[in-house]
């Protein structure tokens, strides 16, 4: 059901669109912008299922036709525009889905609301289509546009649409949704909301995702037992970073989020700022264990090669340096 009590964070955004769907003063296009999983498609099915009810003031009833269409994605007035995925937006898409029947009278509510998703994968010659509609469109007509990179969208179309950018929402929002709402432990909570960025949606994923949870795993391995290892080991080890290879980027992420803590324990002894509370122990041993430089040292070297890999040095000559320097720090 769309709604914007669902929605965490945004209430910039969600209290214009109670007004705007109160008093009608609309905008005919509008750019929701933000990054993969942040709540934009929530936003416009919610704002287009406030526009269309009859009995709401400014947000939806919920129990209406209308509204119950919207939720069903059944709406007549409320058009999604598809496209393969291969082929990104096509200007054969915008004709067929938008052009031909943006200027055809509403069937059952006071709009016709076009929704774009993953608008900036329209090639020029649609979002010149486009263009003409936004141009001149009518009265009745609201297109939405959502986007993760609004740059992409040439700047035509950008000048003529109003854009509404999500913010990221705050770690403790964050993790106290997954923990309250999602049964999510606080250990891996934390972890989602740091790794994140402020996006709700993606927080979630990777709450729930095995295959997070089994890299998160495989970097606790290393950080608790590295320093018992010999020269075998990691050799061991960096043969098998290979598989990571895809996903090394966040298992860096990982290390860095766990030497932290160690780094924040040391300063501050207070493990109720970890983000690993459930290693609170480990973290602690090892706070006691290493210097603050030699933690400084290593977070500096995650960094470091995180930018070798990217510049194509011999990944498994970058992972061995790291490991060592792990080890030795």
Sequence with gaps: MADYTDILGQENIIRYMKEAAKTGKLSHAYLLAGPDKSGKMMLANAFAKALQCREGDGVPC????????????????????THEKSSGIRVDDIRKQVISKAPETPYAGPYKIFIIDEAEKMNDNAQNALLKTMEEPPSFVVILLLAENEESLLLTIRSRVMTLRLQPVSFSQIRDFLVKKN????????????????AVGQALSLAKSEDFQDLRETALRLVEEIRDWDTNDIIKAVKGFVDYKPVISEYFDLLTVWYRDVLMYKALQDPDRLIFRDKALRIVQQAKESSYHGIQVILKEIETTKRRI????????????????IKEN
Excluded at 67 to 79: E, S, V
Excluded at 183 to 195: C, D, H, K, P, Q
Excluded at 310 to 325: G, P, Q, S
């Design 62 to 81: 919920d129990h209406c036709r209308s509204c119950l269409q919207a939720d069903n994605h059944t709406h007549p007035d409320i058009i999604y525009v």
């Design 183 to 198: 049964g999510v432990s606080e250990e891996t909570a934390a972890l989602a909301a740091v790794f994140s960025d402020g």
């Design 310 to 325: 990217k510049a194509n040095v011999n990944f498994e000559l970058a992972m061995e340096t790291l490991l060592m320097t």
